[in-house]
């Protein structure tokens, strides 16, 4: 079965350019999440959604971040304008009802210059 | 804000030893989750902890929740080269809620 899919795998992209990342959730799960990973403030959650519905957006760190789940198997998560300081690992997980075991896809490293 | 600080930050050991790990909170948590994010990876889930107390085993690996529920313990035995990685604890800010808290992660090198 395939995992967690996220495009692309690698951006590099100028300041002030927008950006989306792309994530697949695994088929059947309902809840799917975007985190940050930085090496200053090591893995964050940014907002997670439960059947498609966004529940918790409080770790979005500004206006310019936003995130879509348009479907149970698509979602998006956009930075517009980009920032240098937004350069980071953005991973998508998805988990099944209860369970805590969330399942990571590979991530999405970007470089804003 | 709450944190999951975890010690040692990194370390280097020969394989075939024992390695231990360990994560602390300044709140209680009512359940602890191990991961291991191999390089470029996402992580993946280890052991998930439910009950103050409880240890859990999974292959080469056991972790225990701290009876303090502040805590809690990640041990390998036996280390092997593809042990290498980051592990992370984890837990939810709060009961009834999916959104964790990761820890500052404990970096390990194996050498053989």
């Given amino acids: ?113 | 804000g709450q944190q999951l600080n975890q010690s040692p930050q990194s370390m280097f050991i020969q394989e075939g030893e024992d390695v231990s790990m360990n994560c602390t909170s300044s709140s209680i948590f009512n359940t602890w989750l191990w991961y291991k994010q191999d390089p470029g990876e996402g992580p993946v889930l280890l052991i998930a902890l439910y009950k103050a107390g409880e240890l859990t085993s999974n292959g080469r690996l056991t972790a225990q929740f701290g009876i303090t529920r502040k805590d809690s313990f990640l041990n390998i035995s036996a280390s092997i080269p593809s042990d290498v990685g980051i592990y992370f604890c984890a837990g939810p800010l709060g009961s009834g809620t999916y959104k964790y808290i990761f820890g500052t992660g404990t970096r390990l090198k194996v050498l053989a």
């Avoid at chain 1, 980009?82 to 991973?91: C, L, Q």
């Fill in chain 1, 1 to 113: 079965d395939a995992g967690v899919i996220q495009s692309p795998r690698h951006e590099v992209t100028e300041m002030g350019q927008e950006v989306t990342l792309r994530c697949k959730p695994i088929s059947g799960h309902d809840y799917l999440f975007w985190y940050r990973q930085t090496m200053m403030r090591g893995l964050e959650l940014l907002i997670y959604f439960n059947n498609n519905v966004p529940i918790d957006d409080s770790g979005m760190p500004e206006d310019r971040f936003s995130a879509k789940m348009p479907n149970a198997s698509f979602s998006t998560l956009k930075i517009q304008p980009s920032e240098p300081r937004d350069s980071a690992v953005y991973f998508c997980a998805s988990s099944f009802g209860g369970s805590l075991a969330q399942y990571f896809g590979p991530g999405t490293r970007l470089l804003v210059l």
